[in-house]
């Protein structure tokens, strides 16, 4: 092996790959063994039941909604926190990242509180005809409550970085605002908001706490995927558990492998040797 | 494109980057905006532009004022010193996105033969296809300068366009922009802080101090007639000695020289180090050498004058000296100015 500048590669690498197996690899590992323990029948049929995939296509529908609401909002917010001066920036940069502090809980909490039909918005939406609280909008609502950071995040240091010199570089080839926008600086800050969606879905897939107490948890309608999981583990049926469990890990997986991949597309303008 | 600015002024919070600047700029000529950091001449290009507004004051493109019509309708052509290609596109993606932005609608085709004929113009043929970070610094320059040029700019504008560059590198892309300036016969604006390159390059030099145009005119009068001690110094190495005015004679110990038109009193005057000679016998100044650096094409002579002053002479190879030699430095020209604040 070639000899580093830093050493204790072999080291680190040992250390980092222990930690990632003793953390990582091996629950996931226990749940897959738990879930394969069931038998291809059983297992089809635990997670193809109808109260199973109704719980999919809630937890799913949601984080996709909830992700593409954090996705315009969420650079909107980092664009606003990059490119303007205004009095309180530094205190709305600091808040953005409130919600990865506070405990999911209170955020359900306080997020049904507010959003309850006598709550301060629930009741204004209300007279409207909305209704948040205990439907899958409050799912939503809280999924993108708990990953508003991730786009924020990712999106920021990108924006920071970006040359003025390019935008001024489309204004003088007679680029409208708009042009600018879609050709210039959203092409650049793809990878970026991939990164942010991707990891923004997979925590609105898998949060629990914040959504329990807002979406009235009715079987069929307002269940998310993972309280179904923990509806089987107070049950003791650690299989089905495991294998309901199986199915948001593998969507996961797979939505992160996608998005990784098109970060790669994205970014194959930086390669140095010609493509 | 004629160009004209008059008394334009420009004010960033309390700074006062140019002081009412005004200038001629006939079509098809290549002028340089030549002065040190810190003198507005960047900011006059941003504003020539469209990329900064003037606080004051009118630009002209032609007949037409073109104050207040925004960048992205002014028509002009800007290369920036750090290339700003758009990183994501590829050199031919580049040099077409003017095209394909412009409200003139051009067919694919015609947009391929016009990236196809400015990457020939710049001599990149093969490049179109690379990507900004695939190519070296100078190939980037000219990829910025295809694009400025594709859209048919009606005036060149250059921001140290080779600040960036290697020596070498620099002084091809010099005699390139040359050629091709002469080639297309656009009105072109460059701002530099290298004298070197605005003389070796431009029709005309603007020498600007302090947000004030201090001098201006061809390579050949700012260099034999500088009109300051600034533009004096700015130009190239001058040593500085003080002398006394009396009579219309400036003199320094032991040396004289013609100081017509100037009252009697304390006056500096300037010296090109190519401009003196060293000489072990009078007459002269009197000067003892403190250290001499020897170059392929002569000798530099650090000298300490009898009255304490520092100079600094180019010698030609064959002149004997050591550090230490007591002899006499001789004038050949030399220019004498006003004492002034600026040294």
């Known amino acids: 092996m070639r000899r580093r500048v830093l050493p204790g590669l072999t080291l680190s690498l040992g250390i980092t790959l222990f930690y990632v197996g003793l953390i990582v690899v091996l629950p996931l590992g226990a749940l897959v063994f738990k879930a394969a323990s069931l038998g291809p029948e059983d297992y089809w049929r635990i997670v193809s039941s109808a109260r199973a995939v109704a719980s999919y296509r809630v937890t799913v529908l949601s984080a996709l909604a909830a992700t593409a609401f954090n996705l315009v909002f969420g650079m909107a917010l980092a664009w606003v926190l990059v490119r303007y001066r205004f009095p309180g920036r530094r205190l709305i940069d600091a808040i953005v990242d409130l919600p990865f502090a506070l405990p999911t809980a209170v955020a359900g909490i306080a997020l049904t509180t507010l959003f309850a039909q006598n709550g301060w918005f629930g009741s204004v939406l209300a007279e409207a005809g909305i209704k948040v609280a205990y439907t899958p909008l409050g799912i939503m609502v809280a999924m993108s409550f708990t990953s508003l950071p991730f786009i924020v995040r990712t999106v920021q240091p990108v924006l920071e970085d970006l040359d003025p010199a390019l935008e001024e570089a489309a204004q003088t080839l007679g680029g409208s605002d708009g042009a600018i926008f879609m050709r210039v600086i959203l092409p650049l800050l793809t990878p970026a908001l991939l990164a942010g969606v991707s990891l923004s879905f997979a925590r609105s897939l898998g949060e629990f706490g914040a959504i329990i107490f807002i979406a009235g948890n009715q079987p069929m309608e307002t269940e998310i995927t993972a309280l179904l999981t923990f509806i089987r583990l107070e049950e003791y049926d650690y299989q089905a558990a495991a294998a309901i469990a199986s199915v948001l890990l593998i969507t996961a997986f797979v939505m992160l492998a996608i998005t990784n991949l098109m970060q790669a597309r994205a970014l194959r303008y930086t390669e140095k040797t010609r493509a | ?343």
């Not at chain 2, 080779?162 to 072109?188: C, K, M, P, S, Y």
């Not at chain 2, 005309?204 to 061809?218: D, F, M, S, W, Y």
């Not at chain 2, 006394?244 to 009193?265: C, M, P, Q, R, Y």
């Open chain 2, 1 to 343: 494109m004629k160009i004209r600015l008059d008394n334009v002024v420009k004010t960033f919070d309390t700074f006062r980057a140019v002081h009412g600047v005004s200038l001629d700029i006939a079509s098809g000529e290549l002028v340089a905006l030549l002065g040190p950091s810190g003198s507005g001449k960047t900011t006059i290009l941003r504003m020539v532009a469209g990329l900064e507004y003037a606080d004051g004051g009118h630009i002209y493109f032609g007949e037409q004022d073109a104050t207040d019509i925004p960048v992205r309708d002014r028509g002009v052509g800007f290369v920036f010193q750090h290339y700003a290609l758009f990183p994501h596109m590829t050199v031919g993606e580049n040099i077409a996105f003017g095209m394909k932005v412009s409200k003139v609608k051009r067919s694919k085709q015609q947009m391929e033969a016009r990236v196809a004929e400015l990457l020939r113009l710049v001599k990149l043929d093969n490049l179109g296809g690379r990507f900004p970070s695939q190519i070296s610094g100078g190939q980037r320059q000219r990829v910025a300068l295809a694009r400025a040029l594709a859209v048919d700019p009606k005036v060149l504008l250059l921001d140290e366009p080779f600040g960036a560059l290697d020596a070498n590198v620099r002084r091809d892309l010099r005699r390139w922009l040359r050629e091709i300036h002469e080639e297309l016969g656009i009105t072109t604006l460059f701002v530099t802080h290298d004298q070197e390159e605005a003389l070796d390059l431009a029709d005309r030099v603007v020498i600007l101090n302090e947000g004030k145009i201090v001098q201006e005119g061809t390579p050949e009068a700012v260099c034999r007639n500088p009109n300051s001690a600034f533009v004096m110094n700015f130009l190239g190495d001058a040593n500085r000695l003080g002398a006394t005015v009396a009579n219309g004679k400036a003199e320094i110990g032991g040396a004289s020289l013609e100081a017509a038109g100037f009252g009697d009193g304390a006056a500096s005057v300037y010296l090109r180090p190519r401009d003196l000679d060293w000489s072990a016998t009078e007459p002269g100044i009197a000067a003892t050498v403190t250290r001499v650096i020897d170059k392929p094409d002569g000798r530099r002579i650090l000298a300490r004058t009898a009255g304490g002053e520092q100079v600094e002479l180019d010698v030609p190879p064959e002149t004997v000296a050591r550090a230490g030699d007591q002899g006499f430095v001789r004038i050949h020209r030399a220019r004498v100015f006003a004492e002034s604040a600026s040294n």
